[in-house]
């Protein structure tokens, strides 16, 4: 079975361009994620779709990020246009909530992002 | 506002010793905790998820304990080996919003052969 995908795994630009993260979950994942780490700093969760509906966006750093899901697939996190402090990783996770068992997180390799 | 705190950052260890890393978080009111382990360069992998009603749980030669009480959580690594060189990361879900979690800064853990 696939894992979590995410693409590209390296993205340089420079300050002001724009940038898309992919992140393909496991099939059939109602829930997906979007983490960040910003280094040295922890992991900061930014948003939750549930299907192609945004659940909870309230880790959104500002204005600038816009994520989508089309179709309850594949999610897209869109930088623009980007600053110095959105560089670091951007980690993409999802699951199937299971009764008693609980939700067990499956991440991807994430997408290192630096904005020079 | 939860705040997850572990300790120690790193320890090196020589292979076979038990260990264990801790996890403490400032708001009892948690709906899970859960042990996450990453590579370098790799993605992060649940190694144990307790719900807040359990005190711990087993898998192989990891067992993870909570308590919630006093805000705490341990990872017993038994009999570790090279293999288990990688950085360990709590992370918890607060019983009002369970789906966001809240992480401390990792435990990075070198076991020398």
């Known amino acids: 079975e696939a894992g979590v995908t995410q693409f590209p795994s390296h993205s340089v630009i420079e300050k002001g361009q724009t940038v898309t993260l992919r992140c393909d979950p496991i099939s059939g994942h109602d829930n997906l994620y979007w983490y960040r780490r910003v280094m040295g700093k922890e992991i900061k969760f930014l948003l939750h779709f549930v299907k192609e509906s945004k659940q909870d966006e309230s880790g959104m750093p500002n204005n600038r990020f816009l994520a989508e899901r089309t179709g309850g697939t594949y999610s897209t996190l869109k930088v623009q246009p980007a600053e110095l402090e959105d560089s670091g990783v951007y980690f993409c996770?999802?699951?199937?909530?299971?009764?008693?068992?609980?939700?067990?997180?499956?991440f991807g390799s994430g997408t290192q992002l630096s904005v020079l | 506002k939860q705040e997850v705190t572990q300790i120690p950052a790193a320890l090196s260890v020589p292979e076979g010793e038990n260990l264990v890393l801790n996890c403490s978080f400032t708001d009892s009111a948690i709906y899970n905790l859960q042990w996450f382990r990453q590579d370098p360069g790799k993605g992060l992998t649940s190694l144990l998820l307790i719900q807040s009603s359990q005190r711990e749980q087993t898998s192989g030669r990891l067992n993870a304990s909570l308590d919630k009480s006093s805000g705490r959580s341990t990872l017993y690594i038994a009999a570790s080996q090279p293999g288990d060189s990688a950085t360990y990361l709590c992370?918890?879900?607060?019983?009002?919003?369970?789906?966001?979690?809240?992480w401390g800064l990792g435990t990075s853990l070198a076991v020398n052969p």
């Open positions: 996770a999802s699951s199937q909530a299971l009764p008693r068992v609980g939700e067990k997180l499956f």
């Open positions: 992370a918890v879900g607060n019983a009002g919003n369970n789906r966001k979690l809240i």
